[in-house]
């Protein structure tokens, strides 16, 4: 079964960087990376970053300048570069992508990594 496989999530003081990635795992044929989402503690999953139909990007306010998306289609590896990274995004980040699996109707799901959990301290 296809799997988007994350890393990258971990501790950092604010202030500090990190690169999220998302790995597109087994057999399919083709994939389609739609974006970022993250679920802070007893919140619900918000938009950080997604790419849109036309070719461009839509950021979240709150991460407007210090975040960054991008995807390497070769690779099948969507990242998130994060930077100056303050306590308010401590979250769990998904990652989302459409997917075509490798059976005979060709049918597109619907794909969540499984989280990566970000932590900022102060």
């Known amino acids: 079964q296809v799997q988007l496989v994350e890393s990258g999530g971990r501790l950092v003081q604010a202030g500090g960087a990190l690169r999220l990635s998302c790995v597109a795992s087994?057999?399919?044929?083709?994939?389609?990376?739609i974006g970022w989402y993250r679920r802070a503690p007893g919140e619900q999953r918000d938009l950080v970053a997604r790419?849109?139909?036309?070719?461009?990007?839509i950021y979240a306010d709150s991460v407007k300048g210090r975040f960054t998306i991008s995807r390497d289609n070769a690779q099948n590896t969507m990242y998130l570069q994060m930077n100056n990274l303050k306590p308010g995004d401590t979250a769990v980040y998904y990652c989302?992508?459409?997917?075509?699996?490798?059976?005979?109707?060709?049918?597109?799901?619907?794909?969540w990594g499984q989280g990566t959990q970000v932590t900022v301290s102060s």
């Open positions: 790419f849109t139909r036309d070719g461009g990007i």
């Open positions: 989302n992508a459409h997917i075509q699996q490798d059976e005979p109707s060709g049918r597109w799901y619907d794909y």
């Open positions: 087994g057999t399919s044929i083709g994939i389609n990376f």
